[in-house]
């Protein structure tokens, strides 16, 4: 990835982690970005993009799906930072550049993995992600519904900003 100042770098990153996530733009596949918990309170936190799996669509199914929250990390500043290390799901994962990576990988929590950039996209301006971490499954504290919920509410919006535009 080449060098480019900290907002470019955070919107190539989201690109990347976006397409990742649901490549062809799928229906099924359940996702939403800057997911806030605990609105309006001193508490509140924002997780840069959850995506859902179920395992299936029936009742049980949804309840033992799992969240996969991704935090967009620009540089070993922005990861130094007190905001975006807001890790809710069953699965966490930093996405950041490589060098940035390098010089943060001890001080990045067991359990949570990092996407890196592998090279630009074939059919488009953002990059593969390739995992040099792996996340390690945990149990999250937050019910399946209020995650949903949650999801949900964030995706309404930008539904609705789309359609103001």
């Known amino acids: 990835?080449?060098?480019?100042?900290?907002?470019?770098?955070?919107?190539?990153?989201?690109?990347s982690i976006q397409r990742h996530i649901d490549e062809r733009n799928d229906p099924r596949i359940y996702w939403?970005?800057?997911?806030?918990?605990d609105y309006a309170t001193d508490k509140a936190?924002?997780?840069d993009y959850m995506r859902f799996k179920p395992v299936n669509n029936t009742v049980s199914?949804?309840?033992k799906g799992d969240f996969y929250c991704y935090e967009v990390k620009s540089s070993v500043e922005d990861f130094h930072s007190k905001n975006?290390?807001?890790?809710?799901?069953?699965?966490?994962?930093?996405?950041?550049?490589?060098?940035?990576?390098?010089?943060?990988?001890?001080?990045?929590?067991?359990g949570?993995?990092?996407?890196?950039?592998?090279?630009?996209?074939?059919?488009?301006?953002?990059?593969?992600l390739r995992s040099v971490k792996k996340a390690a499954r945990r149990d999250r504290a937050r019910p399946v519904s209020e995650m949903l919920l949650m999801m949900f509410r964030s995706a309404a919006r930008d539904c609705i900003d789309r359609r103001r535009k």
């Open 1 to 15: 990835m080449q060098k480019s100042n900290r907002p470019e770098i955070t919107a190539i990153l989201s690109l």
């Open 45 to 47: 936190i924002r997780v």
């Open 61 to 63: 199914g949804i309840e």
């Open 84 to 110: 975006g290390h807001n890790f809710l799901g069953d699965y966490n994962y930093y996405v950041m550049p490589e060098d940035v990576y390098e010089k943060v990988k001890n001080e990045i929590p067991y």
């Open 112 to 128: 949570v993995g990092v996407y890196v950039p592998d090279g630009k996209h074939y059919r488009g301006e953002w990059y593969n």
């Open 32 to 37: 939403a970005r800057e997911v806030t918990f």
